[in-house]
């Protein structure tokens, strides 16, 4: 029987990216639902059977800008509390962190820049991620939830990665992100974010070319072993 996976679509440009390969080849059937849909205020987060919620440049806190955010948050709550498969990229996974009763708020710096994680732990599928240069672009940052395992660290932010059990894993980084087009979009959208991260846009550019490919190849080897180490 086919699985199904649902991507939650904050930001048309924030999409799966280089997950897509791994997931699909897992044997999901991929759909897809943007929050600004009339509909997704009544799709059942816990039907699929994996979640995958991507990026987007607001914060959890905006819930006065963004009503959607306390009501995917309480749909949230009910997958996460059944542990269902589920993903959170960036955003997600500040979702995901909230959902679970950590506050999430804005961060010191802006980590905008390809570089490899300080710390990553090396019995997690995050393991294919060490000493590989990847995209981080956020400002915000999250509390550890009780009951989770912290996977990886920058020396910009301690809390880059977490799991609980073997189904629910939350990502800081975009370790999807590399060979995508939409790069430029981000580049074009959020000069500030470069200019106080103290990067240009020609730099960005010519590290997603230098280093993209790589960071993308490591990104589908952890999603392939995640998904197939998942309790289902």
Known sequence: MTKKGLIIRHVPHEGISGY?????AAGYQLDRVDVDDPAFSAVDLCDPDLLIMMGGPMGVYEQHQYPWISCQLRRLARRLEAGLPTLGVCFGAQMIAAALGAPVYEG?????GFHA?????????LRHLDG????????????????????????????????RGPNIL???????????????????????ALIEAGRSDAEMRADH??????????GQRMI?????????
Do not use: I, N
């Not at 070319?209 to 490591?218: I, K, L, N, Q, S």
């Open 117 to 125: 994680l300080s710390f990553v732990d090396p019995a997690s599928p």
């Open 20 to 24: 897509r390969e791994p997931v699909e």
């Open 209 to 218: 070319a230098a280093f993209g490919p790589v960071a993308v190849a490591a």
């Open 132 to 163: 590989v240069p990847l995209l981080h672009w956020h400002g915000d940052t999250f509390d550890l939830p009780d009951g989770v395992e912290l996977l990886g660290s920058t020396q910009a932010y301690a809390h880059q990665a977490f799991r």
């Open 170 to 192: 939350a990502l800081q980084f975009h370790a999807e992100m590399g060979c995508d087009p939409r790069f430029e979009e981000w580049v074009r959208q959020w000069p500030g």
């Open 108 to 112: 010191p710096v802006k980590e905008v």
């Open 224 to 232: 392939g072993q995640w998904l197939a180490e998942l309790d289902s």
